[in-house]
């Protein structure tokens, strides 16, 4: 089964961007790239799916479209999500 | 120089809002007289202009000190700042569904009664909200 992961981002945000390669690989090594299905979402083109998702701030995760960590995780809170939820 | 009621009349507030602006740290007198009366400058004026667009852009007290800090801030950028405008539309994009979830439930309401002199007893309107009161109660 794949699992969706969904970064919520301004466009342009370096914090962002700086991030996202980090998370994305923990994902990879925690799920393989076979079961990770990563987006990037621009929360202006998407405001929408965005706001239903409840998202207030950003950069914001969601997995298989539910909100998880509404600001930047650190690599271990990441990391502990995804080994919990491989395990499920 | 300005006293307190001047400058509130070129800026469009009151003394009060004034004071109370003072208190939370967004704005402070340029000097006060030797009897102590708050003296304002032109920079002041433009500073409570400025939080008044902020404010009539959603932005509460604490955002636009955020924002003040920010546009001193030599590490701050414009990105920074975008951020902030963004999370701020999103919060009120979250208010305006829940506001319009709530003029839904209200038509629901409004379309279940037909209005007229009937005795309050009978109204469907209070009847679905007292109803509605029961089966959060049980």
Known sequence: MTIKIEVIAAPGCRKCASAQGELRAIAASVLGEDRLVWREVSVLEELDYAVSLGVLSMPAIAVNGELRFSSLPTPEQFRTMLTTLASC | MYTIGKVATL????????????????????????????????????????????????????????????????????????????????????????????????????????????????????????????????
Not at chain 2, 17 to 28: A, C, D, G, H, Q
């Open chain 2, 11 to 138: 800026a469009g507030v009151s003394p009060d809002t004034l004071r109370y602006y003072e208190k939370e740290r967004l704005i402070t007198p340029a000097s006060k007289t030797a009897a102590g009366y708050r003296l304002y400058n032109d920079e002041a004026v433009r500073r409570i202009r400025f939080i008044k667009t902020a404010q009539h852009c959603g932005f509460s007290l604490s955002d636009i000190q955020e924002l003040l800090t920010l546009k001193q801030a030599e590490s701050a950028c414009c990105e920074d700042v975008r951020s902030l405008a963004i999370e701020k539309k999103l919060h009120i994009e979250h208010k305006l569904r829940a506001l319009q979830a709530m003029s839904r439930a209200l038509d629901d309401l409004i379309q279940g009664c037909e209005g007229g002199e009937a005795a309050t007893d009978d109204c469907p309107i209070l009847a679905a909200l007292e109803n509605s009161l029961h089966e959060v109660s049980l």
